[in-house]
């Protein structure tokens, strides 16, 4: 069954602006295999944007926000296809964790302004009250 959804757009310029202004954005906010494939598409900001909406999507489809864990507990990676796939770490694991066996499905697209993420997290039906309340 569907237990959350999450949605995020952001403007491209404003991700290059904070990459511009600070020197460890991208260090900080992405787990070292992100920054190496964000490295491999030349940290373009289309696609570092890309990334960030899909965490701030995931986010939101878990029911959290970045309570009690940072970004980097969240990773995307991708199939040999270059399908967005998501490995939860740390904290953002064990809260997932929690609501049993969960698969989250994501897909994230850009123009020339604007990246988007589109998150949904899916649980076996067992849901709970440590699940409800995370």
Same mark, same amino acid.
């Given at each position: 069954?569907?237990? /959350?959804? $999450?949605?995020?757009?952001?403007?491209? +310029?404003? %991700? *290059?602006?904070?990459?511009?202004?600070?020197?460890?954005? #991208?260090?900080?906010?992405?787990?070292?295999?992100?920054?190496?494939?964000?490295?491999?598409?030349?940290?373009?900001?289309?696609?570092?944007?890309?990334?960030?909406?899909?965490?701030?999507?995931?986010?939101?489809?878990? /029911?959290? $926000?970045?309570?009690?864990?940072?970004? +980097?507990? %969240? *990773?995307?990676?991708?199939?040999?296809?270059?399908?967005? #796939?998501?490995?939860?770490?740390?904290?953002?694991?064990?809260?997932?964790?929690?609501?049993?066996?969960?698969?989250?499905?994501?897909?994230?697209?850009?123009?020339?302004?604007?990246?988007?993420?589109?998150?949904?997290?899916?649980?076996?039906?067992?849901?709970?009250?440590?699940?409800?309340?995370?």
């Amino acid at each position: 069954m569907i237990f /959350g959804v $999450g949605v995020d757009i952001v403007e491209i +310029r404003r %991700i *290059e602006q904070a990459v511009s202004k600070h020197s460890n954005f #991208i260090d900080r906010i992405f787990s070292k295999n992100e920054v190496e494939y964000l490295k491999n598409k030349n940290l373009r900001p289309e696609f570092i944007a890309g990334r960030f909406a899909a965490k701030e999507a995931i986010v939101k489809a878990l /029911g959290t $926000g970045f309570s009690g864990f940072d970004f +980097r507990d %969240i *990773e995307v990676d991708r199939t040999a296809l270059g399908k967005p #796939i998501v490995v939860l770490k740390g904290k953002a694991k064990l809260i997932a964790n929690k609501c049993g066996n969960y698969k989250i499905h994501l897909s994230i697209s850009h123009g020339v302004d604007n990246a988007i993420a589109y998150a949904v997290m899916e649980v076996d039906g067992v849901e709970d009250s440590d699940c409800k309340n995370s």
